[in-house]
């Protein structure tokens, strides 16, 4: 093969015996530059599809794009409207845009290196290549987080996910929690006090009360702003302060407190339809994520079983809770729980993770209507914590490879019936 | 069937409520007659459809206490789902109940063999122990290396069976025996003569002949080596007498021959082989019948008599005899059943109406890399390279006896596998490729809807050997299930023989399967496992535990 990219790989390719760390690394960004030549082994089939794992976790990374470009403008949005500055959606784009770069950046590099770097030490140990899990939970962890979130306890939360949750049961494929979702979870069970109620969900202010200060980096008034006057656009205002009225509080905790009206007081359906709320970076905008989910559907590489059955299991369960109707959060119709919160992200990128899933047909419709189901009785019923998905997909997550027993077991049964009969 | 049922009826009810649901939000504002009317309305079709569907169940209901069969007879007043969406069946069917396969994949590849049959010249065969699974790898020889045999003259017998003879496939010189591992007797080679020289057989007549007597003679003759045995796809027990015989009439393969091209001319050899097996089983000789096709298959397989036919409408590996066993009469935990090619069958059929061991095979030699692919007369156990002179390069190529799927890869110095009637000649795909897992610069066969395969069903593909990735630990799941047409969960079966779990094994139906069943769930297999490796571990110890 000529190709100069090829031959500078195969002229830097270290020692795999002196530095098997080194060849680990180098490994991995190789095989990702060019699918490796080999070739099927004699004994088994000759031929293979084309499909690999790298692509199929590579297009669930594609599907996530627009929830990145989306989260990025909305982590400025939502700071913007704390300060009362272009507070429509299409004002000072380019500011918010350079605010939320500066905020998911260094998510985005920090969750990866963490994690990555732990991939590729296990691989090195293990001495084999490193396999394309983290791409995905690499790209789900920066679009779960709150976008204020401090540093070190995402790097925490990131190695105890990948470790505790996956190189100790074997690495991919092995896992029996979702590694996103634990590394969420660790963050807010960990955190409590750091990561709580309502503060933050909205970056780049000293304190949610009127009169409050910016806190802006020399990113914002030293870089992007020379770049912005250069241009001869707005910049960002060191002065400003918090409006007030503003609240930062997510429709979920609104809701909690006085049900559906209390929500629409300060959203419109609208303004969470579309996503211009705050919450977790990537979950806001669901027209995004439904498109991302039917890129998924289409493409066939998440189930739509599971996706369906968990919209079935939140509409079954948001029914009975409309009728049961004992506080003012029960009383929320059903169909507007499909605004709050983030259960299409969860949904379509969280529960059906191949790995963490059901793994039999059957199974994924049990397990995708009680992810709706569980999800919506916590986010409900639980006084302590506003949102449900998490739980819910963490706890079916534990349940799976119990009702794949069973699905299993039934299959059996059924083939001894059926071959005794005949003979 | 009966989950289904529940399942469209779980979904009405839900429906309905839905509806009533925001019809009622929707009246509590508004308030119009029109809405009101709209509610009645709903209200009364929903009362009628309620009273239909109870009258419908009470009818089931019914029938199933006086005893209707009701698996296989829609008695409701609803066309079940799997009735409108059944695939239009082809005239030729007439009104023959078909069993309808709906996953498989059937993979489009270049070098589909031509029509015409050519007969190069081929001077050196083989009989091959290892092609007959089960026999110990040193066999005992009964022929002297450097005498000469004809066509039927006995050659070898395994010591635990040493009255079941295993016959040479061509008159001429026995010239030599190539050792492989260990000592084990890898090919046993015949420099054939020009023209073939036939032993003689006296073959019982079947009108009068028991079933002993047939034994004896097929033990003597080498017909046992013809027939292969499930479970677990060894050579045939001549001690047992099986539940049922199964033969395929149809390969459903990539490239795979016509079956009804290949047995043209030889349908009366075809029906005398069906006569013989049928005095061998207990049960019934059953053949799978092609209702996929364009046109209707071979007069010899639709009009054979003394069988029990059922057709089959899928795609691969809709044509596979493991795949019709497991829809016809699936094979338990004490089951015995047989198996056997058309062309077995054909060789059968000639050893007892004629009395010679007739092992001429029409074989196809296709894939891309052959020039002018064709079909070939010649006999079992042919010489590759001879089959393939001046047809297929010396470098880049894979030549595989067999099909893409489960054959074997073999040299020119190699034969062709005693019960393969193919030769499948691929590029070999030792190329890297730039960024192949996103932007692949050649298209490829993918049952993936990542690439956009899916739009153009009729492309033919070029083969390569080419892994398309790295090995990966079992991510992806629903992907096996997808493309085999059978009630097994092979992900959890792979799983259960990697762990050696005997009991699991067993209910999750490894007796069902052998290697070419799960070979497409091993092509789709995203994570690059070894699935037909595995299942054969299982096999293995399945088999020695007895």
């Known amino acids: 093969m000529n190709n100069p990219i090829f031959n500078f790989f195969k002229k830097i390719e270290p020692d795999k015996k002196k530095s098997p760390f080194l060849h680990t690394g180098y490994d991995a960004f190789f095989t990702l530059f060019f699918t490796p030549n080999s070739t099927t082994a004699p004994g088994n089939v000759h031929m293979r599809d084309g499909m690999d794992l790298k692509r199929t976790m590579i297009f669930v990374v594609l599907a996530l794009q627009l929830c990145y470009v989306f989260g990025t403008y909305n982590i400025g949005h939502q700071h913007f409207v704390s300060i009362g500055q272009h507070t429509e959606f299409m004002s000072g784009i380019h500011l918010k845009l350079a605010f939320g770069l500066i905020q998911i950046l260094p998510i985005f590099i920090v969750a990866h290196l963490v994690g990555l770097g732990i991939e590729f030490w296990f691989a090195a140990k293990k001495g084999h290549g490193v396999e394309e899990g983290f791409l995905v939970s690499g790209a789900l962890i920066p679009l779960i987080m709150p976008p204020d979130i401090p540093m070190w306890i995402l790097a925490l939360a990131v190695a105890f996910a990948v470790i505790i949750g996956k190189e100790a049961f074997g690495g991919t494929g092995m896992n029996i929690l979702n590694i996103a979702l634990l590394a969420r979870v660790f963050v807010f069970f960990a955190y409590p006090t750091t990561i709580s109620g309502d503060n933050v969900w909205v970056a780049g202010i000293q304190g949610f009360s009127e009169g409050a200060a910016v806190d802006y980096s020399w990113w914002h008034t030293g870089f992007f702003n020379s770049i912005f006057e250069a241009f001869g656009w707005t910049t960002f205002d060191s002065s400003a302060t918090v409006v007030s009225g503003f609240t930062g509080a997510t429709p979920l905790a609104l809701a909690a407190k006085g049900g559906w009206d209390a929500v629409t007081e300060v959203y419109s359906s609208a303004q969470m339809f579309w996503g211009t709320i705050p919450g977790s970076i990537g979950e806001t905008s669901k027209p995004l994520i439904i498109l991302g989910a039917l890129m998924l559907i289409f493409t066939g590489i998440a189930s739509w079983r599971i996706m369906l059955s968990s919209l079935l299991g939140l509409i079954f369960t948001g029914i009975l809770l409309n009728w049961w109707g004992a506080t003012p959060f029960m009383d929320v119709p059903w169909e507007y729980h499909l605004y709050m919160g983030s259960f299409f992200f969860a949904v379509a990128f969280m529960a059906t993770d191949p790995v963490t899933a059901s793994s039999t047909n059957t199974g994924k419709w049990i397990y995708g209507f009680f992810i709706g189901a569980v999800g919506l009785i916590v986010r409900v019923l639980n006084p302590a914590y506003p949102e449900g998905w998490m739980l819910a997909i963490l706890f079916m997550n534990v349940f799976a490879p119990l009702i794949d027993h069973y699905v299993v077991e039934s299959n059996i049964k059924r083939r001894l019936k059926k071959t005794t009969v005949a003979a | ?546």
């Not at chain 2, 009255?163 to 496939?169: L, N, Q, R, S």
């Not at chain 2, 089959?312 to 089951?335: R, T």
């Not at chain 2, 959890?492 to 990697?498: C, F, G, R, T, V």
């Open chain 2, 1 to 546: 069937m009966k989950l289904k049922n529940g399942i469209t009826k779980l979904i009405f009810l839900l429906a309905a409520v839905l509806s009533a649901n925001v019809l009622a939000a929707q009246t509590s504002t508004g308030g119009s007659s029109f809405l009101l009317g709209g509610i009645i309305i709903t209200a009364i079709l929903l009362v009628l459809g309620v009273i239909v569907m109870v009258g419908d169940n009470l009818i089931g209901i019914e029938a199933k206490q006086s005893g209707v069969k009701t698996d296989k007879v829609n008695l409701s007043v609803f066309p079940n789902l799997s009735e409108i969406l059944a695939p239009k069946l082809p005239g030729y069917v007439q009104d023959a109940p078909v069993k309808v396969l709906k996953r498989g994949f059937t993979i489009n590849l270049l070098g589909e063999a031509e029509k015409n049959v050519i007969s190069p010249n081929v001077s050196r065969y083989a009989l091959v122990p290892p092609n007959f699974r089960g026999i110990a790898p040193i066999p005992k020889l009964v022929a002297e290396i450097g005498s000469n045999v004809k066509a039927g003259d006995k050659i070898f017998f395994d010591k635990a069976n040493p009255d079941v003879f295993y016959v040479a496939p061509v008159s001429g010189e026995l010239v030599s025996l190539n050792r492989g591992a260990k000592r084990s007797i890898a090919e046993l080679v015949i420099l054939a003569d020009k023209e073939i020289q036939y032993k003689t057989f006296n073959a019982p007549d079947l009108n009068v002949a028991t079933r002993d007597d047939l034994v004896a003679f097929m033990k003597e003759s080498g017909a046992f080596q013809l027939i292969r045995q499930r479970p677990y796809d060894v050579i045939a027990d001549t001690t047992v007498v099986p539940r049922d015989i199964f033969i395929s009439t149809f390969d459903t393969a990539p490239l795979a021959p016509d079956q009804d091209f290949v047995v043209k001319g030889r349908e009366a050899a075809f029906q005398k082989g069906l006569d013989v097996l049928n005095r061998l089983t207990s049960g019934k000789v059953h053949l799978g019948l092609n209702a996929g096709g364009k046109t209707a298959p071979s007069s010899a397989f639709t009009e054979a008599t003394g069988v029990e036919k059922t057709w089959f409408h899928g795609e691969h590996p809709a044509g596979n005899v493991g795949v019709q066993i497991h829809h016809v009469a699936p094979i338990g935990a004490s089951d015995i059943v047989w198996t056997l090619g058309v062309q077995d069958v054909i060789t059968l059929g000639t050893l007892f109406a004629e009395g010679k061991w007739d092992v001429s095979r029409i074989i196809a030699l296709t894939g891309n890399e052959v020039e002018g692919p064709t079909y070939i007369s010649t006999y079992a156990g042919a010489n590759i390279g001879d089959l393939t002179a001046g047809r297929v390069a010396d470098q880049g190529v894979r030549i595989i006896s067999g099909d893409v799927l489960s054959g074997s890869a073999k040299g020119k110095e190699n034969y062709l596998d005693f019960h393969d009637d193919q030769i499948t000649v691929i590029t070999e795909g030792d190329y890297y490729e730039p960024f192949g897992w996103l932007l692949p610069q050649k298209s490829r066969p993918s049952l993936s809807k990542t690439y956009p395969n899916f739009l153009f069903s009729d492309t033919k593909y070029k083969a390569d050997t080419n892994t398309h990735g790295e090995r990966r630990a079992f991510v992806v799941t629903g992907q096996y299930e997808a493309v085999l047409p059978m009630d097994v969960y092979p992900q959890a079966l792979m799983k259960s023989i990697i762990v050696n779990d005997f009991e699991k094994m067993e209910g999750l139906g490894i007796y069902e399967l052998i290697e070419e069943d799960i070979a497409i769930c091993e092509f789709v297999c995203t994570s690059k496992q070894p699935l037909q490796k595995i299942l054969r571990e299982g096999l293995d110890t399945m088999h020695e535990q007895g």
